[in-house]
């Protein structure tokens, strides 16, 4: 890809910039003893125990015999993603913005690296064996049908005994919208559904999928793109605890052009290395609303 960096006669300070959200996903980040614990290896064990119930004491016999059941389950690394970016050393002098790569580093993250986060983080977790997955195409849903179909999916996890301080709700801002409104203006209907979340989380559609591509960056393809098998998602409900997420490795440098051997140009690179998976027992803990109707948008 062409380098783009115009020579410039004035300037002002103030960055002419896309609009982009930063990262939503970020509230799922696991616990730094876990991030400790995944240091050294592709791979992370994961220590899982289970015990039988209890049963009656006699007095004769005294206690039943039960059992522990301790094994590890196997976690491994999936997210290896980078870029190299460079440009002229002329480029970047007759542009007059020798802090350039400041500002594109500062670009990189907020317009690239946090929305394929976000992406990459959601499809990973709905397209998890096991999760379940309800279609429902609430594109014209009114505010009554989205609140009933919040109390199905919070009645299930209740019943499956997920606990409440750590369930967060990930949802379009369109449909968070809805529910806004109508409780606005019907102040005296429930919507006490929304207080079985211990958070609320905005996701824009666009980084919302059951699935996703990351695009190799051959043929000039960068970043990512909703995989012909992804559905658009309405919300998603994870109990923060049920989510293995850290970044194993990140790493970003600039190189001047006295380090680089054939180019005279700057260079900046990045890389990040992480994981984004579930526990096996805590599957109850991810409810995902998709709608299929949309698979193929």
Do not use: W
Not at 30 to 40: D, E, V
Not at 87 to 98: F, H, I, K, N, S
Not at 264 to 292: C, H, P, Q, T
């Amino acid at each position: 890809m062409a380098n783009s960096i115009a020579a410039i006669k004035n300037y002002t300070t103030i960055l002419d910039e896309v609009y982009q959200r930063e990262t939503t996903s970020t509230i799922l980040n696991s616990p730094r003893r876990l991030a400790r614990a995944g240091k050294n290896a592709k791979e992370i064990m994961i220590p899982k125990i289970s015990v039988t119930g209890l049963g009656d004491y006699t007095r004769n016999v005294g206690y039943k015999t039960g059992s522990i059941d301790f094994s590890y389950e196997t976690k491994t690394f999936g997210y290896d993603r980078g870029i190299k970016l460079l440009a002229d050393v002329m480029d970047v002098e007759e542009a007059g913005v020798m802090d350039c790569f400041v500002q594109a580093g500062s670009e990189l993250e907020r317009t690239q690296v946090a929305p394929e986060a976000d992406a990459y983080t959601f499809a990973e977790i709905a397209g998890h064996a096991g999760v379940d997955v309800q279609t429902a195409d609430l594109s014209t849903a009114s505010a009554t049908d989205i609140l009933e179909d919040l109390r199905e999916t919070t009645n299930a996890m209740d019943e499956a005994q997920v606990p409440t301080n750590g369930r967060i709700l990930f949802i379009t801002p369109t449909l968070k919208g809805t529910l806004d409104d109508y409780s606005l203006a019907n102040p005296a209907r429930s919507n006490r559904v929304l207080e079985r979340f211990s958070s609320i989380v905005e996701v824009p559609q666009v980084r919302f999928y059951t699935a996703i591509d990351l695009l190799s960056g051959d043929s000039e393809q960068f970043g990512y793109a909703k995989a012909e098998t992804g559905s658009p998602i309405n919300y998603l409900v994870v109990e923060r605890s049920a989510v293995i997420k850290f970044d194993k490795h990140v790493a970003s440098r600039v190189f001047s052009p006295d380090e680089l051997e054939n180019l005279d140009s700057y260079m900046m690179k990045y890389r990040k290395y992480g994981i984004v998976e579930l526990f096996d027992n805590k599957l109850a803990g991810v409810r995902v609303s998709a709608n299929v109707a949309s698979t193929g948008a």
